[in-house]
């Protein structure tokens, strides 16, 4: 008579079970990879907007901190020293760059930053001195308007101190829950400056 032997190996049961083991194993896994994927996508783009809107911010500081400048050891009024921040989101300024002495503000030394169309500009050349980009008066852009849209720049100088406050508010084009606002006090070396 022969002896029943008995089967090795696991039962149907026991496989259906392990396998749904390692499905929940699987989609936790796949699930935390997703999250911190997401994770450094967020942190990517918060990156890139501080990028921007720093590199902004730096420009715009130094620039600033110019304004007024003049070589000339004259008691004579100083020509550059007028700041006009009269037009929102605009300030225009000049400084002596080429080291001329001038008693007159040439037209290649006068500056601005502007913001328009969500970007942040600043005045390169033209004859017209103004906050308004046309064919005299040109405007180089700062910030790329395809990343970065700046939703509000604003200039509010402080004649008892001899500063300005810039204040840059941004978000990215693509994910415009992703914000930021900078605020920086400018000292201006080479006051005192006339504000209008």
Not at 85 to 92: E, Q
Request: net charge positive.
């Amino acid at each position: 008579m022969l002896k029943p032997t008995r089967q090795r190996g696991f039962t149907l049961i026991e496989l259906m079970v392990a396998l749904v083991i390692g499905l929940l194993l699987m989609l936790g896994l796949t699930t935390f990879l997703i999250n911190n994927i997401r994770s450094n996508s967020d942190t990517l783009k918060a990156i890139r907007l501080n990028q921007e809107m720093r590199a902004t911010m730096m420009l715009m500081s130094r620039e600033l901190r110019r304004a007024g400048y003049w070589a000339s050891t004259a008691s004579a009024t100083n020509p550059f020293q007028t700041m006009t921040t009269s037009t929102a989101g605009c300030v225009l300024y000049s400084y002596d760059r080429n080291a001329t002495a001038s008693t007159t503000v040439p037209s290649d030394v006068k500056y601005g930053f502007l913001r328009a169309s969500g970007a942040v500009y600043m005045r390169s050349s033209g004859s017209s001195y103004t906050c308004t980009p046309g064919a005299n008066n040109v405007w180089e852009a700062v910030t790329d308007d395809a990343v970065v849209n700046i939703s509000s720049l604003s200039f509010v100088p402080s004649s008892a101190s001899g500063s300005i406050a810039i204040t840059l508010v941004g978000e990215l084009k693509n994910a415009s829950a992703v914000k930021q606002t900078l605020v920086e006090t400018v000292k201006l070396e080479n006051g005192p400056l006339t504000f209008n």
